[in-house]
T-cell receptor, first 110, second 115 residues
Framework: QQPVQSPQAVILREGEDAVINCSSS?????VHWYRQKHGEAPVFLMI?????EQKGHEKISASFNEKKQQSSLYLTASQLSYSGTYFC???????????FGQGTILTVHP | DADVTQTPRNRITKTGKRIMLECSQT?????MYWYRQDPGLGLRLIYY???????NKGEISDGYSVSRQAQAKFSLSLESAIPNQTALYFC??????????????FGPGTRLTVL
């Protein structure tokens, strides 16, 4: 099942904060976050594993609530370069196969 | 730099034609994936391969086939293209042998238009 992302779109001014959520109806092994700029390929941002391990960019933070099967991506003090579409990808077991959400479009204005 | 490349980058074809999209990687990764991206639908998995002899269907494999010719090469074929296969196609790789995280690295994409 495809995870559900919210909101679908968000508009910010530079310096503002945003939270993007990703929810699954199934128990998750891991949640991945990727950012895709217009006309480019998705780029890996962060992975959060069941049990608390995580790996990602030092300027990106995220959480994984295993009880609720939800992950949140926190974008603080946003910059123009943060603009793009953010996708979460969920992994149900250690199969290495991801199911992606529909994406959240983030636009940061000066 | 170790990379993921896709050819062609753009392709326009006609209904009924056979098309092959190619993906090559110099990252030394063992796992390779093909995704399709349509506006508002995110990335949907077509096929994936965990090594040369292991190929699996994804969620939307109908109308597609793949070939893993070598660890570094993974090709996607449309046997008889139809207009609703018009989309942006991405190849991705991940390294399972040296990482438990399975982060995926995407190629630049192939924009396919079927008339």
């Amino acid at each position: 099942q495809q995870p559900v992302q919210s909101p679908q779109a968000v508009i910010l001014r530079e310096g503002e904060d945003a939270v993007i959520n990703c929810s699954s109806s199934k128990a998750l092994y891991s949640v991945h976050w990727y950012r895709q700029k217009h006309g480019e390929a998705p780029v890996f941002l962060m992975i959060l594993l069941k049990g608390g391990e995580q790996k990602g960019h030092e300027k990106i933070s995220a959480s994984f609530n295993e009880k609720k099967q939800q992950s949140s991506l926190y974008l603080t003090a946003s910059q123009l370069s943060y603009s793009g579409t953010y996708f979460c990808g969920t992994e149900f077991r250690t199969y290495g196969k991801l199911t992606f959400g529909q994406g959240t479009i983030l636009t940061v204005h000066p | 730099d170790a990379d993921v490349t896709q050819t062609p980058r753009n392709r326009i074809t006609k209904t009924g034609k056979r098309i092959m999209l190619e993906c090559s990687q110099t990252k030394g990764h063992d796992r390779m994936y093909w995704y399709r991206q349509d506006p508002g639908l995110g990335l949907r998995l077509i096929y994936y391969s965990f090594d040369v002899k292991d190929i699996n269907k994804g969620e939307i494999s109908d109308g597609y086939s793949v070939s893993r010719q070598a660890q570094a090469k993974f090709s996607l074929s449309l046997e008889s293209a139809i207009p609703n296969q018009t989309a942006l196609y991405f190849c991705a790789t991940s390294d399972h042998r040296s990482s438990s995280y399975n982060e995926q690295f995407f190629g630049p994409g192939t924009r396919l238009t079927v008339l």
